[in-house]
């Protein structure tokens, strides 16, 4: 069984994006910010844009070089 920061990391290493609704689903993650700042503490470089979609703004995550 892979953590989530291993799922995410896997998700994000094959050249998706990640936003927090789709974390949610596919990994039950609450708080992708934070993991995803595990991931950057571990020194993966992850990009981060926003969106804004129905008047609301999340982030997208994407690791950089993929």
Do not use: W
């Not at 892979?2 to 039950?28: C, R």
């Not at 981060?48 to 999340?58: A, L, V, Y």
């Amino acid at each position: 069984q892979m953590t989530q920061n291993e799922q995410i990391l896997k998700h994000l290493q094959s050249g998706k994006t990640l936003s927090p609704l789709d974390a949610l689903k596919k990994f039950g993650c609450m708080r992708l910010g934070a993991r995803v700042y595990n991931l950057k503490q571990e020194g993966h470089d992850i990009e981060t844009s926003f969106k804004t979609q129905n008047g609301k703004t999340f982030a997208i995550y994407k690791l950089k070089n993929h």
